[in-house]
């Protein structure tokens, strides 16, 4: 194989191209092909193709939530980093992640809790809108799940995309049947990166 000479600043759309390319005949809607194809960019996994699932209109509502002044809640401060911040202040957002915060690990602690659930109760508390981005934790969608069940929090927009093998399937399926718009990637995979990945996607989408 022969190496292919791109410029810095044209590796990224040689990137998408080859995506495309090799994507064939698998045709993805206009709406959320920026999502998918940013996710496959970051991973060099077309399985996202299949995995990848979007509630009814999810890139209009995720629009009108950021546009409100949303505020993004991440289970990883990785995941954090990785969500561009020009794209966030474009429209007057934040993220934030209380993983590392004293109070969560206390009541984690406390509760007998992981501290991803402990940081949701946090969220809770937020008088923003809240986009909850979880590329980690699935106790983090499974305490979600919960709040939205009793009806004690209820955030705007849910992207659930934890990595593993306990739980994780079974809390991607209750967080696509609680009614809060949504993308999850099916199945065990996902990760911080995966997350970072598709709120960015979405920002770049708004911020075109």
């Known amino acids: 194989m022969e190496i292919e000479y791109v410029l810095p600043n044209e590796i990224e759309k040689r990137s998408f191209e080859i995506i495309e390319s090799e994507l064939g005949d698998r ?8 999502v998918v194809l940013r996710v496959i960019h970051t991973t060099a996994d077309f399985d996202y193709y ?49 993983m590392a915060d004293e109070d969560v690990a206390e009541s984690a602690k406390l509760n007998g809790t992981t501290r991803a659930a402990a940081s949701v109760d946090k969220a809770a508390k937020l008088s923003k809108p809240v986009i909850y981005a979880v590329g980690n934790a699935p106790t983090a969608l499974i305490r979600l ?39 999850v990637a099916k199945g065990r ?17 708004i911020n075109s």
């Open 27 to 34: 045709k993805i809607p206009d709406d959320i092909k920026p």
């Open 50 to 98: 299949e995995n990848l699932c979007f509630s009814e209109n999810a890139v209009s509502k995720f629009n009108e939530i950021i546009k409100k002044g949303a505020v993004i809640v991440t289970d990883t401060n990785m995941a954090k980093s990785g969500i561009n911040k020009k794209a966030l202040e474009k429209n007057k957002c934040e993220c934030m992640c209380f």
């Open 145 to 183: 799940a919960e709040h939205i069940k009793n009806g004690t929090f209820r955030p705007d927009f849910i992207i659930g995309v934890p990595v593993g093998f306990v739980n994780v399937i079974a809390s991607k399926e209750m967080i696509m049947q609680c009614g809060v718009p949504y993308i």
């Open 189 to 205: 995979k996902g990760g911080s990166t995966v997350a970072a990945a598709i709120c960015n996607g979405l920002l770049y989408l």
